[in-house]
Structures are given as C-alpha cells and as structure tokens.
C-alpha cells in the first residue's frame, strides 16, 4: 500500500479503515497534531513549569514520549516547556512502572497516594520512590468504595482533579497536562450527561479546564485510541493494562457503546467530539460567578431562575411520593402551596453540606446526594412567591 | 411479604415508583402521579385559562394518558381549557389504521371532539407509498418531517391556542442523546424546552416531559385505559434506535439517569459564537422552516419529481440531483436524439426493470399530486428560488410533463440520461 503522504510503497499504518501512512509520516503526523493543539492555543510561554499527569495507561505512556520527543529537538521546533511529572497511587504495579519509565527520560516524578484526597496537610513525597503508607489516610478508599459505581467513578474523577490542582501549587506550576484522547472525550461528554452534569461540559472535555487558577490543558484531545495503539507499536512502549472504571457504571456502559457504535458509524466519535466544542453554559448561570462554587468541582452552581428543571421536577417527586392523598385530595387549587411548606426539609443538606461542609464529613452524605440525581448540588433558593406563579396566572 | 405504601396510608403498596424509588399503593401512585403533571403544567406555565388546545393524539400509551389525564387535571383544577383531539393518518397499513380505531375509541370515552388529518389528503402520498420509493432506510425523515407540519395545519383548522404532545421523559432524554451523538447543535439546544414555538407559529407544549415511560404505563395498565401498543413497522431501522437502546442499559443501571439527562440538557447551551440556524416561514408553504423552503416541501418535492432521496442528507447533494435533472429535461427539450450507444447497451436491461418499476408511482404521481401542488400554488406568491428554477407543478401543463418525465427519472438515477429513448 502506498503512503497517502509521501507515496513511499511500505505503509503499514491503516487509520480509519481506509487511510495508510507509513510509519515516518504517521510519526509525524502524530507530534504534529500534539504540538499543534498546544500551539495553536498560544497559552505558555517559554519554559513554563507544567505538571504532566501520569496514569501509567497507553494515553499517559504516549504523551510522555511525545513530551520527551519535543524536549530533545534542538530547532525552533522544541517544545519550551519545563515538565514535571506526578503520578497517583492506586497499584504498585503500576506506580513502579510509571517510575521506571520516567528515570528512562531522565524525568522527575512525584507519586502521591490517591488518599492524600482526605489529609489537610500538604507533604511532597520524595521524588522517585513510592509513598509511604499512612495508616489512617487509607480509610479515604473505603468510604468511596460504598458508594454506587457510577457514583464512585464520578467522584474518583473529581479527586483526581483536586489532587492535580493541589499539587501543581505546592509544585509552581501554572498548566497541567492530562492524557484524554478523543475517544475518552466522547465517552465523558456522554457519561457527563447522563450524570446531569451537561452545564460543565466545556469545562470537562474541552482543550482547557478554566476552572481554577491553573489551567488543565489535554494536549491529545485530537489523538485517537487508533493512533496510540500503532504509536506504541512503532515506538515499542511498554503498556501495563488497567483499568480505574468500576463495572456495571454508566461509564463503562457508556465507553462500551461508543467504540461498538464507532465500529459501524465511523465518524461518530469525532462527531461528538465537534458537538463538545460548541456547549458552553447556560448564559444566564455565566453572570453569577462571583463566589457560588462548588467545593467539590469548582464549577459554577446553577442558581434556579424560576424556570422549571428536571431537578425540581425530581425533588417535587419525591414529596408527592411522601404525602398522602387524603389531605389536599379534592379539588385543592392549593397543592403547590402545600408542598412547597414541606420543600424545605425535603433536602436539609443540599444547600449547607454540599457546598459548605468541610470535607472530612460531606463525604458520605455526598454521595447519597450524588447517585439521587441531585448532582449539580444546588441550593434551594426557591423563592415562595414563584412557586404560586402559575396557580395564580390560573385563577386571574 | 407485602410491603406497606410509602405514603404511611395505610394500603399495601402496588408498586414501586422507577422515578424515585418509592413503594406506593395504587390510590397514592395516581395521585403522585396526576399532581405531578399538574405541577408541571403551573410550574411551566403551560396553557391560559380559556385555552383551546389540541392533543395530538397517536392512540399510544403516550397520548392515551395526556389526554386523559388532561381531562380529569382539567376538571379537578378548574383549568378552564377547551380540549380536543388531533390525529394524523400517516396511511401505515398495519399500524396507523388499527391505532386511529383507539383514537376514536378515546374520543367517545373522554368526550373530546376529534379531527383526522391525513397525509394522503395533505401530500399526496401515504407513508407506504413512499416507503415503496424510498425503501426501508431513512423513511422515518419523510414521516416526521411531514407529522409536524401536518400537526400544524391541523392545530390552524381547528383554531387551537396550543397543541400538547406526549412526549414523555424517556423520549425527551433520548432525543438529547441521538442529537448528541449526530451533532445536531440546533436541536440540541431546543429539543428540552418544556414549550416551543416562535412568534407567529403554535406552541407546542410537553405536559408529560418529567413523567417515566415505565409510569405512564402502569398508570395506564392500572386504570385500564384503552391504548394501542404496536411498534411502528417501519421503525426499526432508525438511528434513533441506538439512542433508545443505549437509555434503555442505562436506566436499568441508574433509573435517575433519565431526568439527569434532561437537567443537562436544560443547563447547558451552545457558544455564542457557533452560528445556529433562525427559524422562519417556508416561502412556499408558509409554515415553520429553519431555511428559505421547509423540509416537508423538499422532500415532497423529490417524491413527486422520482427524486425520492433528495431531501435526505446535504443540500449541495440535493443542488446536484436537481440539476442534473434540469439538464435531463433539458436535453428532453431539444429533441436530441441520444448517439451514446455504448452505454445504452450496457445498461440497457436495467432501464427496462426501472421503467416497468416506475409505472405505479408515474400514476400516481400524476393524479394526485396534481391537485396538491395546485392547492398548494394558491395559498404563496413567492416560490423559493431552487424550486422556483425546477418547478414543475406551477402549470397543469408542466405537472403533466413531470409525470411523463418520471420514467427518465429513475434511468437517471442508474446513471444514464441518454439512453431512454433508445431503451423504449
């Protein structure tokens, strides 16, 4: 076959069923689409301390080649960034093989203990070289592992990213640096939708989590789970498979389904991909950024503006469920009326715990509030003369 | 062991809700229910007092429930709403003729007055007809496209303030998933609104949008209402059927997913700086469009010039198709005797196959859509400039040349214009 680029006759490289490369070009092409994502976003600027998250899965393996690569070009090519590297703990196995490979580059690698979610100390651990276990910390995982999977998969995203974020600041860096590709992306947007979490989207799989302060960048956002493969095929990397998901989640579902439905419709990762692009947040929730976050995601807390949302609509289920019939059964105009007396007890915990109890003692509680549907912890600030507005539009 | 009604009433319960999880009784669970949708209604601002709104009923589960469930909110809650019944008769043998005898069934139950409308009378075509042209793929495009604004016409005969659909959370949720997964930014955006419908147009409204499929059918199945529940016989091949199946695994993994999806849907919106399509009136039929004609017109268009796939996939497909259609008319025209003889022999038994195939949907082509087009004709001055280039039904003259043209057509499609008058 002969090469789509060079026309050089060994292409051995097949992307998208109908495209060969030879592996030069398709080497190529893949540092390009990496170095154009980050340079297209003109974001650093020279020798910027970056922190380059490490999973030890085929993602991260790549990305620290492709990151290597770029350092070693001594044109205007080199990639000026000064990285350094972090890996959370979760496997042995793993944690070894992500050391092993960075002493490989000569890189510096710090591995923190996923429980490090719960202390609030801070204690860089030496680089290198496994963290020791502290006894107490480890009941953290236990806590999570009752939770719901999918529930449990959300949550494990969401302390990994505040891992990320507390470590690039103990570190100076300004840009962290994860390894999603495409695929992954797709799958979260969709796993992002279906938890309720759609408002958060651009800030969940687009290029750039503006969130916080320090920015997470995905650099291999355009890279696709086919690419990687022949990638470390090529470049012979050595792969330790794992997997972080829990089963019988809505994100294994989810991740299962998109590569099943790539396989007959072959543009749809991409397509959903281009669709994440567009999302952004409801604009009237954009203005009132001033201090309503969310402790936990950093995103901004959909304040209700009277309109009515599933979340009410759930909410109002749930007291409907509680009540009895027979005291507002017949012809009562006043049924809202009634259950919004009992509205407030309803949740006693949305608004005070999710947002403002300290992290030690939300965990549990959480959780619950996280697989109820109740995912975007937001306040009730329902105002009592709104809920009246349509029974009185009724009787005027 | 039976489990007591989570109400504290005192009844065992029935059932457990899907929605919240909660063991309720069969008097608790209507009731749950029934005040559920009508907070939907207030909350969301539905209808006026005095409204004339029009069900758009299928006979399904859906409908059968909104209509019912309107009736008694109706009556309950003092809304003050003039309902009646709106069906469309898409003409699916097999389907549609069994589910209009629910319609009517409904209509003595509940006492509403009752309006069919049928695509037959409205196109010109009824959907096996067009099934027969367009084949088992992308026939649900002509049916939807043509249900909504058949509900349109039928909600401006009867002069309704608004038309409610049955809609229900589970459809609402798949249709944010499919417009995900084939990035349609446009219907993403408005696919959860509780109420659409722009400034001169009439609003639809979802009464059931927060209500679970699974519910909407115990409820029927508990108070014995009357519904049809067959498939559509031609669905199956929809895409959508993916985006059903997908909340279908997820719902029995985590049955809240479902209005999660909806909540995503409602909070999340697209960049100021994507360029959306503005709704308008379709220059030729004077209905909603997003574009200068609307889809219902382009694809009838397509079905009565043999170009069935033209409204299907990119318009510039659809530029290309049209104009090598003039160009076949054209040539037709001038009387040019066609010299191309080799591929006329190559191709020559396909032509013939085509030719006899083409006989049915020549005559019907030709009667029926006669008196529509003319019908249509009326009602616009200005003609869209694409169809305004092509369009042949402006004339009695010219619609009787696009019957006779439709022969061409198909040899057309099969890749050779020239050959027809040799192959005759």
Known sequence: MICKKCNNDESTVLLRKKDYYCEKCFINNTNHKFRACIGKNKLFSSQENVLVCLSGEEGSTVLLNLISNGLCLENHKKLRINPIFLHLYNNNDIAEKVIEDCKKHDFVVYVVNISDYMSTTIDLPEPNSLPKLNVGTNNTVNIFNNLPATAFNDMFIKIKRTLFIKYAKVLHCNFIFTAETTGSLASSLLSSIALGRGSQVEDDIGFIDNRDDIKIVRPMKDISKEELHFYIKIKKLNIQHHYDMKKNSLQVLINNFVSDLQENFPSTISTVCKTAEKLGVASDNADNESNHKCKICESVLNIPDGRLTALQATDFSRIVSLQKPSKINTHDKNVIKIVQENQHSMFPYISAAKCVKKKGEGVMKIGAVTEDASQNGMPYYDDPKRLGKGEKRQQS | ?424
């Open chain 2, 1 to 424: 062991m039976p489990v007591p009604c989570r109400t504290g009433c005192g009844n065992n319960a029935v059932l457990k809700r899907p929605k919240t999880g909660d063991a309720l009784c069969k008097e608790c669970f209507y009731w749950a229910f029934e005040t559920e949708i009508h907070y939907t209604i207030t909350k969301g601002e539905l209808f006026n007092k005095g409204d004339s709104v029009a069900i758009a009923a299928s006979g399904g589960k859906d409908s059968t429930v909104l209509a019912y469930i309107l009736k008694t909110l109706n009556t309950r809650y003092d809304y003050g709403l003039n309902l009646m019944l709106l069906s469309i008769d898409e003409g699916i043998t097999g389907y549609r003729d069994d589910s209009l005898e629910t319609v009517k069934q409904n209509r003595d139950d509940y006492e509403m007055p009752l309006k069919i409308l049928s695509y037959k009378d409205l196109y010109g075509w009824t959907m096996d007809e067009i099934v027969a042209q367009i084949g088992r793929k992308n026939n649900c495009t002509f049916c939807g496209v043509f249900r909504r604004q058949a509900l349109d016409r039928g909600a401006a005969l009867l002069d309704v303030k608004c038309i409610a659909t049955g809609h229900n959370a589970d459809d609402i949720a798949e249709t944010v998933l499919m417009n995900v997964l084939r990035g349609d930014i446009a219907r993403l955006k408005r696919c959860t609104a509780i109420s659409t419908g722009s400034e001169g147009t009439i609003p639809r409204v979802k009464p059931l949008k927060y209500t679970y499929e699974k519910e909407i059918v115990m409820y029927a199945h508990y108070k014995k209402l009357v519904y049809f529940s067959t498939e559509c016989v031609f669905a199956p091949n929809a895409y959508r059927g993916h985006a059903r199946a997908l909340l279908k695994d997820m719902e029995r993994i985590r049955p809240t997913c479902i209005m999660d999806i909806i909540y995503s849907g409602e909070t999340m919106s697209v960049k100021e700086q994507v360029s959306l399509p503005s709704q308008r009136i379709c220059s030729r039929c004077n209905f909603v469009s997003s574009q200068e004609v609307c889809k219902a017109c382009v694809l009838l268009e397509g079905l009565n010039k043999g170009l069935p796939k033209l409204g299907i996939g990119k318009t510039s497909k659809a530029k290309k198709m049209l104009e090598a259609y003039n160009a076949r008319q054209m040539q037709e025209n001038s009387l040019e005797q066609a010299t191309d003889l080799e591929d006329t022999s190559k191709s020559i038994k396909d032509n013939i196959k085509d030719a006899s195939n083409k006989c049915n949907s020549k005559n019907c082509c030709s009667g029926k859509c006669k008196s529509d087009a003319s019908k249509q004709q009326n009602g616009n001055a200005k003609i869209n400039k694409l169809l305004e280039q092509y369009g042949l039904d402006e004339s009695p003259s010219s619609q009787k040349l696009n019957g006779d043209l439709s022969d061409d057509e198909c040899s057309g499609g099969c890749g050779n214009s020239s050959s027809m008058p040799i192959g005759f």
